[in-house]
């Protein structure tokens, strides 16, 4: 429950917000106000103006919130891929190992295990670091590998525009 705070000059008996507070309070008294979940555009001024909110302030708000959504569904496919790419390497690490393990029964050919562990053993912990890595990161590292990724996204894009607009769709006749 949100823990409400008293100031010394509401003393009328009012009870302060904190402003992270009294943003869910209002963000959840407007999803229940709007019966479709949507406000229109001219909805939202008119909340804003009754709120003392100016007209600038939204579209301030309105430019950061569009950054924003953009920066998280970077995130959702950052996140997506890095799972992705870790099943794939620990699918083809279990493939691979299986098929030694079968080969090595089959064969009887346990002279050679020192290689088996020279070549699954760095393998196997470098899956076990990626696994924690993705499962268990702390904020500044991914921050960093997201940003890294995300400069990456933004050069593959740039080159990717550039590439198009240089050669354009070819016309033949």
Known sequence: MADLTTDADASNGEFLYLAEDAQQILSIAIARQTESGELSRAQLLEIADELGIS???IAEAEREWDTKKYELADQKLFDSQ????????????LIVGSGVLVFQLVTGGWLWNWLLYLVFGPWGLQLSWNA???????????QQEF????RQQQMKRA???A????????RVS
């Open 163 to 170: 590439v198009r607009r240089l050669f354009g769709p070819s």
């Open 55 to 57: 007209a600038d302030t």
């Open 147 to 150: 940003q890294r990724w995300r």
């Open 132 to 142: 924690w890595r993705i499962y268990r990161s702390n904020e500044y590292m991914y």
């Open 159 to 161: 080159v990717g525009g």
């Open 82 to 93: 890095r799972k992705q790419r870790f099943q794939h390497d620990l699918a083809q690490f």
